[in-house]
């Protein structure tokens, strides 16, 4: 019925020769105008610097600017594939961005279901603030505090060496420490939010569903297995499937604040690979490669999985 209704709308309007846009743009015109100044903001500093991405098919040279640099074609991007480093910058993206993708889902949904569980009102808002308040924190005030205390002369290690008389341990420059370093400290940073989200979908499932379990015998564990986790498996879904886009985004501000050449064999993504070997290193057009190559691999993962999300969870921006 909707569909016959829609067709004879669009029928409607093709008869009459008007356009529906335009109908639409004079009525609310006001409402347009106001997202003119966004609009040319993204205009300009999100799709203008694109035109630089030609760097990435140049021999570029500064002085000689993007029109009079040698073009090279696809050369920049075949030395991805050969140079080691670069190689080994998109093997840590992915371990570290697919171990916090999985951990960032599990430990949150793990303890929505615990603080769901408590039923003191006051300690239930406590936690809940307390586990939040790290999520604003950026990874430069984080970073500061992970150096302090991690450090060889740090908090830790101080309890180390005086409990158990063990030698300092450095953590953030031993490459078998630092990626669990990484991941650990990313969590304690941002389960709060997930949690959070979680937990809203927890207060959304039916009350009713829990008494009906609750008068046919289920005990509480019983209840979290059959109505908690199915009522909360759809946004685990939408979440799981969306979270595929940045499979390829191990997260520059956390890594570049901790990480020092000692761990480039295991912490170096694709992300600081990019910044060293552009802007520190003078290799613009291969760079800027890397760069357009990881942009495009995530562009085709985020349309995957907001397909999926759609087809999935029926989960959809417009």
Avoid at 212 to 221: K, L, M, Q, V, Y
Avoid at 228 to 246: C, D, N, Q, R
Wanted: with cysteine; charged share 15%.
């Amino acid at each position: 019925m909707n569909t016959q209704v829609e067709q004879l709308k669009t029928d409607r309007v093709k008869k009459s020769g008007k356009n529906p846009w335009g109908k639409e743009i004079r009525k609310h015109w006001p409402l347009y105008v106001l997202c003119l100044p966004a609009l040319i903001f993204v205009l300009i500093f999100a799709y203008g610097p694109m035109v630089g991405l030609v760097i990435a098919f140049q021999d570029y040279k500064p002085w000689l600017g993007i029109t009079r640099s040698a073009w090279i074609g696809m050369d920049n991007f075949a030395r991805i594939f050969q140079y080691e480093e670069s190689t080994q910058a998109i093997i840590n993206t992915l371990i570290i961005a697919v171990i916090k993708i999985v951990v960032g889902i599990i430990v949150p949904i793990i303890m929505a279901i615990l603080l769901n569980e408590i039923r003191h009102i006051g300690t239930k808002k406590s936690i809940q603030t307390l586990v939040y308040l790290p999520h604003f924190l950026s990874w430069v005030t984080v970073a500061g505090i992970m150096i302090d205390i991690l450090g060889l002369d740090g908090g830790i290690n101080h309890l180390l060496t005086s409990i158990f008389g063990t030698k300092p341990i450095f953590f953030l420059g031993d490459p078998a420490l630092f990626r669990p370093t990484i991941i650990i400290s990313d969590l304690w940073k941002n389960f709060g939010f997930g949690m959070i989200v979680y937990l809203a979908t927890i207060t959304g499932i039916d009350p009713s569903y829990y008494e009906a379990a609750e008068i046919d015998g289920a005990s509480r564990r019983q209840q979290i297995r059959h109505v908690t986790l199915p009522g909360m498996l759809p946004m685990i879904i939408v979440i799981a499937t969306l979270s595929l886009g940045s499979v390829l985004d191990a997260g520059f501000d956390q890594i570049f604040n901790l990480y020092n050449p000692l761990v480039y064999s295991t912490g170096d993504i694709i992300d600081t690979y990019v910044y060293r070997s552009s802007l520190l290193n003078g290799q613009y057009g291969f760079g800027t490669a890397v760069g357009l190559f990881k942009s495009g691999i995530s562009f085709i993962l985020i349309v995957i999985s907001y397909r999926i999300a759609y087809k999935v969870a029926n989960y959809k921006i417009f």
